[in-house]
């Protein structure tokens, strides 16, 4: 029997991309997805990742598993992208790394391990990406929030005050670049702050780094990570490939630890291993394998970089567009943070009930929170969107 079990609510956002299908309306306006999209609304196999997944078919002799690290050649390109490839920690044995499913994967090994460390609460910045509460909470673990936002840029002053109620042992989820549903980042004395205040309270930190590339750079966007590792002294990092090298439904992810000596992240290792048998019990190939191969041969690698800075472009062009155009429209410079934020997403300061009426007049689709995804844009569709959201706004 199943009896025990009532029904969850429905996902709302897959519940949106359903709608946005059905509606039979010509001039109709995808703000909800969660993936990249081009300019013709699409999410193509970047060209590198389809070259060196050819090379990797044709080399490979055997399925046999890779081991509970995976593919240990991705976790080494995976440490140095994170820490930078001179940091000391390398040499000195004070960092591990897993191939993941997915950077939900490793997240899900990051709350783990805290869990296994005696955390028993976990901040979450408000607002963020659903998942991160789910996935504490799927843990058995309570979640916290801390203020983020106000006036489209990082709230310092209000994230470090709710900070500073966090008792030693609680964990804390700081996204990398790209906040999700955001998009503001905390600049790097920010960051420093919030690593000295980790290593004060004695509090765990897990950096979640979805969007590499998607801000500034491959090198800019690792910045404020490592200055706050400087300052914390140790985080757990998980690490998605799913944006930045397409690989979505690879499920391809890393997760990394980097600790102040060997002895603690020996300890560590053979736990993350432990969950990792508990429950894929070997992690997947495919995708990290791609990966390797585009990082290990320079025409891929300079190749993938250059796809990767088209994507940023197109959106700081789109970003750009829209936030003239939403000031324009509203005369009010609250918009013009859109130009300050980074990635995919943008929270607009919208009603719930106006995002409703929003889809219903006008066939704009975005979920209750606001929250937009930049790439979902047409160039061509901006003026008019612009005009549109404008009567909502502010
Ligand atoms: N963290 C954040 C903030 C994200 O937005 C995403 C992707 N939506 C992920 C992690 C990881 O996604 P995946 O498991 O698909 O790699």
Redesign the pocket.
Known sequence: HFSPLSTLPPDALLGLMTAYRADERSEKFDLGV?VYKDEHGETPILSAVRKAEAKLLAAQTTKVYEGPRGNTDFCAHIEKFVFGADHPALKENRVLSFTAP????A?FLGVGLMRRMGTRRVWVSKPT?P?HPNVVKSLGLEVKDYAYARDGAFYKLGALADLSTAEPGDGIIL?GPCH?PTGIDPSTDDWRALGRLCREKRVIALL?V?YHGFASGLDKDMDGVRAFIEEAGEALV?Y?C??NFGL?RE?T?CFLAIGKDAEGIAAATTHVADMGRATWSMPPAHGAGIVAAVLDDPDLRAEWEAELAAMRTRMISLRTALSDALVSHTGSNLLAALKTQNGMFSQLPISAEDTAKAREADGIYMPSSGRINIAGLHASDIPRLAETLARYLV
């Open positions: 969660g997915g950077g939900c994967g997240l990406w998942n996204q999700n979640d979805a998980s998605s799913s944006k979505y499920r992810g």
